[in-house]
């Protein structure tokens, strides 16, 4: 990349009846308050599932005694990110990652044909998107990372190793960010910045998620 590298948005913008996982509640957003309509301020209400758009999962969301949202440590969402690109036409498993050397600590975001056909900005849901299979989940709790991030509302498939794959990981207590728009970025060592908003005891909440590339020094001769 040349030149001065930016931060780059890789978060869903969030839209009245934007795409959402089935069964959840749809996103709902209304100017309640005009300034147009005379009023002296606008206000808009907003209703939501927690697991809209670009969001974190916290332990909490299939782990009965993990942690909430509120209280999920910071050092697995900021810092050193590395985006790996899959080329898995469905089920993400153990040998499409083996390949590429992942290590303990490590955040690692998977770039898949989610992103390259950008399925996320479809009006309706999907069911045939790329998931991690549960060997692709065990074997990411084998290698100790701390992060996961996928470019689809599930780290796990519809009806398809959901379950399984999300409480393989958040078990092991690695977080878990879904709904990434990576479409514009490629594969590489990047800085990244996760916040997800602070919501008492959920399960999860949505967030604002920026990468950066890093620099590369190489020795001179």
């Known amino acids: 990349m040349a030149g001065k590298a930016e931060w780059m948005d890789v978060s869903l913008t969030l839209k009245a009846d934007m795409m959402h996982w089935p069964g959840d509640p749809p996103v709902f957003i209304e100017r309640v308050r005009d300034m147009n309509a005379g009023d002296t301020v606008n206000l808009t209400k907003i209703s939501m599932g927690a697991h809209s758009g670009t969001h974190v999962d916290a332990p909490l969301h299939f782990i009965e005694s993990g942690k909430g949202?509120?209280?999920?440590?910071?050092?697995?969402?900021?810092?050193?990110?590395?985006?790996?690109?899959?080329?898995?036409?469905?089920?993400?498993?153990?040998?499409?990652?083996?390949?590429?050397?992942?290590?303990?600590?490590?955040?690692?975001?998977?770039?898949?044909?989610?992103?390259?056909?950008?399925?996320?900005?479809?009006?309706?849901?999907?069911?045939?998107?790329?998931?991690?299979?549960?060997?692709?989940?065990?074997?990411?709790?084998?290698?100790?990372?701390?992060?996961?991030?996928?470019?689809?509302?599930?780290?796990g498939g519809y009806k398809k190793d959901g379950h399984e794959v999300h409480k393989a990981l958040l078990g092991a207590g690695i977080l878990i960010i879904e709904g990434l728009d990576l479409s514009q970025v490629l594969p590489g060592r990047y800085d990244m910045i996760c916040l997800p908003a602070k919501i008492g005891g959920s399960d999860g909440a949505p967030a604002r998620v920026i990468v950066k590339a890093r620099k590369v020094f190489r020795n001179k001769k």
């Open 69 to 155: 949202v509120d209280r999920i440590s910071f050092d697995a969402l900021i810092g050193p990110a590395r985006v790996v690109g899959i080329s898995a036409n469905n089920a993400m498993r153990k040998g499409d990652l083996a390949r590429h050397r992942i290590k303990k600590g490590e955040r690692i975001l998977l770039r898949t044909r989610n992103s390259t056909k950008k399925i996320f900005y479809r009006d309706a849901f999907t069911e045939e998107f790329v998931y991690l299979d549960k060997t692709a989940a065990e074997f990411l709790v084998e290698r100790g990372i701390r992060t996961i991030g996928v470019d689809y509302l599930s780290v």
